[in-house]
C-alpha cells in the first residue's frame, strides 16, 4: 500500500516552548513541507491550535495520498478550508442521543471529512428507508475508498484503507480520527479485553442483517403503515441496501449501539471511550463502519450541519507544533527530508527532484530486520511506524537513477 504525502508548514501565531502532547493535539497529520496533494491542492492537516479545552483543527479536507479516478461521479475535491472544534474533554451524553447527521461526522487524522453510512436518499423520498451509501455509492468510491460530494468534500464513509495499515492484525491500531463528541476513532483492531489484556484481535460490530423478506418493520419493531413499507427483498434491493436492514444484537461482537467501548489502549492507558471501524475477517467493512447511528458523546454543534466547520475562533489559543526535528540528506541528484524525528505514529520522508524520483523504500532496525518495504511514487510517502518497537530505524531510498541513500531515524 502506499502512503503519499504532501505537506504544508504554517508558522504558529504563538510561539509555545513546552507543549502538552495529549492524543487529540498530536495525532494529527500536520502537513510541514508545503507540497500539495490532488489537483495542486494543499493537503493534510494545516494547523492544530488548543485552549486549555479545546482542539481546532485547521485542514483542507485534501488527503496526501492519491485519489481518485471516481466512476460516474462528476464532482470534484476542492480546498474547503475547514476549521473543525474537537473537545479536550469529551463528556458521555447523559440525554436523549444525538444522530450523526449527514455531511462531516468527525474527521480523520488527515484532515480528511468522515461521513456516516448514509447517502443522503430514501426509498420513494418518504423519510423511512435509508439508502446505504456503501451499498449505492460503492461504484464511485476510488482505491482508498473515498470520493467527493456536489460541494467537492473529499470524504470516506468507511475504513480509509490508504491512511494506515488496516490488515496489521499484530497491533493495536492507531488513532485514525476523532468523532465530533472528542472521543478518537481507531482502526479495526484493538485489545481482546476492554481493559487491555487478551491480546490483539479485529473489533466486531454488534449489528447484523435483519432476517427479513419484507420491508414492513423497522429494527425496533416499529409496525409501518403500508405507505411507508420498503420494497421487497430482491436482486435489486437485496439485504443491506437499506440502513434499517440492520438490526443491533447487544454483545453479538465487541462494540456497543454506536459502534465504540469503554477500553484501554495505547494512547489512553487509563481507558477512554473509542470508537473503532469494523470489518469482517478478510478486510471487507461492516455496517455501521465507523460511528454508529448516534454519537456517545456531547457534540461540538458548530462542526455538524448545513455550512459547518467553518468556526471562528473567539478565544486565546496556542499552536501546536510536533517538537520533533526533521532531518535532511543531500543527494547528487536532488534532496531527501525525514520528519519528524523522533517519531511516533507516522515519519514523512520527502524526495525533490527535477532529475529523477523515489521507486523504492525500505526501513529496517538496527538488527537488519525489515520492517517496511515499498516500491513508491510520487515525491513523498507518509508511512504509518505506531506499531513498530521503539529504537533506532535506518531508511534506505532508492531513486529512479539508482542512488540508494540511508537516513536514521528513532522511534519514540
Not at 20 to 29: E, F
Not at 43 to 55: G, L, P
Not at 166 to 177: A, F, K, V
Request: charged share 15%; aromatic share 12%; glycine share 10%.
Amino acid at each position: 500500500m502506499k502512503y503519499l504525502a504532501v505537506l504544508l508548514f504554517l508558522m504558529p501565531s504563538i510561539p509555545v516552548a513546552a507543549q502538552p502532547a495529549a492524543p487529540a493535539l498530536s495525532s494529527w497529520i500536520q502537513n510541514t513541507t508545503g507540497a500539495t496533494g490532488y489537483n495542486g491542492l494543499p493537503s493534510n492537516v494545516q494547523r492544530v491550535q488548543y485552549s486549555d479545552s479545546s482542539v481546532y483543527v485547521s485542514c483542507s479536507c485534501i488527503p496526501s495520498y492519491s485519489i481518485g479516478p471516481w466512476h460516474g461521479n462528476p464532482n470534484i475535491p476542492v480546498d474547503q478550508h475547514f476549521i473543525f472544534r474537537i473537545t479536550r474533554f469529551p463528556v458521555a451524553n447523559a440525554g436523549p442521543p444525538t444522530a450523526t447527521p449527514l455531511g462531516h461526522v468527525g474527521v480523520w487524522t488527515n484532515g480528511v471529512s468522515l461521513f456516516n453510512a448514509k447517502d443522503a436518499q430514501t426509498y420513494n423520498n418518504d423519510g423511512v428507508w435509508d439508502r446505504n451509501a456503501i451499498v449505492v455509492e460503492g461504484a464511485s468510491f476510488d482505491d482508498c475508498l473515498g470520493h467527493p460530494d456536489q460541494s467537492g468534500e473529499y470524504h470516506h464513509h468507511l475504513n480509509p484503507v490508504c491512511l494506515y495499515d488496516s490488515h496489521d492484525s499484530l497491533h493495536h491500531s492507531p488513532i485514525i480520527g476523532y468523532a465530533f463528541d472528542g472521543y478518537p476513532l481507531y482502526g479495526a483492531f484493538g485489545y481482546g479485553n476492554s481493559d487491555g489484556t487478551g491480546g490483539i484481535r479485529r473489533m466486531r460490530s454488534s449489528y447484523r442483517l435483519r432476517n427479513i423478506t419484507e420491508r414492513t418493520t423497522l429494527p425496533d419493531g416499529t409496525i409501518l403503515n403500508s405507505a411507508n413499507y420498503g420494497p421487497p427483498v430482491s436482486a435489486q434491493y437485496p439485504l443491506g441496501y437499506f440502513i434499517e436492514d440492520y438490526e443491533y444484537v447487544p454483545g453479538l461482537g465487541d462494540l456497543d449501539s454506536n459502534n465504540g467501548r469503554f477500553c484501554v489502549t495505547p494512547e489512553y492507558p487509563d481507558g477512554s471511550y473509542a470508537y473503532f471501524v469494523t470489518t469482517d475477517s478478510t478486510g471487507t467493512a461492516t455496517y455501521p463502519y465507523t460511528l454508529g447511528p448516534h454519537y456517545h458523546g456531547v457534540v461540538t454543534t458548530q462542526d455538524i450541519g448545513p455550512g459547518s466547520g467553518h468556526i471562528t475562533i473567539s478565544e486565546p489559543v496556542l499552536t501546536y507544533v510536533p517538537s520533533s526535528n526533521g532531518v535532511t540528506l543531500t543527494l547528487d541528484s536532488g534532496t531527501a527530508t525525514l520528519y519528524p524525528n523522533p517519531a511516533k505514529n507516522w515519519v514523512e520522508i520527502n524526495y525533490f527532484s527535477t532529475r529523477d524520483y523515489l521507486t523504492h523504500l525500505t526501513i529496517t532496525n538496527d538488527l537488519g530486520e525489515r520492517r517496511f518495504s515499498e516500491n513508491v511514487t510520487g515525491p513523498t510517502q507518509l508511512v504509518p511506524i505506531a506499531n513498530f518497537p521503539a529504537g533506532p530505524y535506518i531508511i534506505s531510498l532508492t531513486t529512479s537513477s539508482g542512488q540508494t541513500k540511508v537516513m536514521r531515524m528513532t522511534k519514540e
